[in-house]
């Protein structure tokens, strides 16, 4: 039996340039033999929110990790706001391939929660290289109804619950963090976001694990991902878990992550 998810270790920031602007980051275990797994959060997520998810997956792989905060989270360089509707397609364009090339990560598997996952989507779908697979976590393929009225909750949550207190542990500039990414999510023009077409590029194999009770996606993200790529794909439907089940069913999440990442270090 695996303990319950606890708080991250003592990581010292560390910063990665990336063109005109710096990434926090942090290793895991670096250089240990096969690929590295290469973390990429949640639109409100940062580093330091995975806790300690990546040492255990790391440990139970017997793999590298490398953990970053995207441009505008956690302690990385403020983003130029508002954002873009294609802001997760820069990422999977221009920054993910940065963060590899400045660290030397040339053979990685992408850990990808919620909009990290659909950066690793599009990084695999457009060709992005050096990738052996994907462990996704609740990606969005499509804006769901549900997904854009739970962000709304949330907004209006925002500085009248503990809600920003909780945020603020996390990221040096939270009002920022915060509206850069519910102000492009509810965007009317972001109702036609859809990296459906993309999915036929993704030719490595895919494991998409998602929380039944998840508010912010049905499972037709994981049925459009698992019918769309190339590569083949399997689901975790984890019970009772929300739109982070890495955190409300860690046993579960990391016993699947770890079978499927350990089959892909035979090949």
């Known amino acids: 039996m695996l303990a319950a998810m606890t708080s991250p270790p003592k990581r010292p920031l560390q910063l990665i340039d990336a063109g005109d602007h710096r990434l926090e980051h942090a290793w895991i ?97 457009e060709g992005g290289g050096g990738i052996r697979g994907l462990a996704l976590i609740a990606p969005h393929v499509m804006v769901e109804a549900m997904c854009v009225e739970e962000i709304a909750r949330r907004r209006a949550e925002y500085g009248v619950t503990e809600l920003r207190e909780k945020l603020a542990r996390h990221h040096t500039d939270v009002d920022a963090t915060f509206h850069g990414w519910v102000d492009v999510w509810l965007h009317p023009d972001f109702r036609r976001w859809d990296i459906r077409p993309l999915l036929a590029g993704v030719r490595v194999p895919v494991l998409v694990v998602q929380g039944a009770d998840d508010a912010y996606g049905t499972l037709a993200q994981v049925d459009a991902v698992r019918s769309g790529v190339r590569g083949p794909a399997e689901r975790l439907i984890v019970p009772g878990a929300g739109h982070s089940p890495q955190r409300d069913a860690p046993d579960e999440v990391l016993g699947a992550m770890a079978r499927f990442i350990t089959v892909l270090t035979r090949t």
């Open 29 to 125: 275990g670096r250089g240990r033999p096969g690929p590295v797994l290469v973390f990429l959060h949640e639109g409100l997520g940062s580093l330091s929110q995975w806790k300690d998810f990546p040492e255990r997956l790391c440990d139970l792989t017997g793999l590298s990790g490398l953990v970053y905060s995207r441009r505008g989270y956690g302690a990385s360089d403020p983003a130029v706001l508002p954002r873009g509707v294609g802001f997760m397609h820069e990422e999977a364009r221009c920054d993910l391939p940065r963060v590899l090339a400045a660290t030397g990560v040339e053979d990685a598997i992408l850990v990808g929660h919620s909009d990290g996952a659909s950066i690793a989507l599009i990084y695999a779908g």
